[in-house]
């Protein structure tokens, strides 16, 4: 795959993401899958997600012992995001991603050293559109496959292999 164009797949998913505030983060138990809302961190999609967490929350211990995680968007379109995560401890990433809705929130600050940073390195992603963005994405479609779509709904997966 061209760096352009995985370029432009992640451009087309922060397109389709950028204004959704709550995704649901999937995560694997022992006994199961677990899925939650978490807010995403605003920060620019370059194929990473971040989500602010504590320590002490089951989805903290479920990501030391499982990585592959889900995270999905539900707005004008529906993403799905396939990745993997990592628990990010530096103060100075939390120090930036903070805003003073998480004080609330999390009632706490950004230096207590309970909260972490999950960050979600995108591997994939599957995508339903049908919103505004349907004439950019059936062009994003058309070049992909190659086809031209016969419906304003499109459905597509794409790889995002760093």
């Known amino acids: 795959m061209s760096n352009k164009l995985k370029q432009e797949e992640i451009e087309t998913l922060r397109e389709l993401i950028k ?3 709550t995704a649901m ?14 807010k995403t961190q605003e920060v ?3 194929g990473d997600l971040w989500f ?5 929350t089951d989805k903290f211990d479920q990501i030391l012992h499982e990585q592959d995680v889900n995270v999905a968007y539900a707005g004008d379109s529906y993403v799905s995001v396939r990745g993997r995560a990592e628990i990010v401890e530096d ?3 939390k120090k930036e991603l ?3 809705g998480l ?3 999390m009632q706490t600050s950004y230096d207590d050293p309970t909260v972490v940073l999950i960050k979600v390195n995108a591997e994939a992603a599957e995508y339903w559109d049908s919103g ?3 004439k950019k994405t059936a062009f994003f479609y058309k070049r992909m496959t190659g086809q031209d779509t016969e419906s304003t709904d499109i459905n597509e997966t794409i790889e995002l292999d760093k």
């Open 52 to 56: 602010f967490t504590k320590k002490e």
């Open 44 to 46: 620019e999609f370059d």
């Open 98 to 100: 903070w805003n003073k």
């Open 91 to 93: 103060t100075e990433k």
């Open 132 to 134: 505004s963005f349907t």
């Open 19 to 21: 204004d959704i505030d």
């Open 25 to 38: 983060l999937t995560t694997a138990t022992e006994e199961g899958l677990v899925s939650r809302p978490m």
């Open 103 to 105: 004080d609330k929130f």
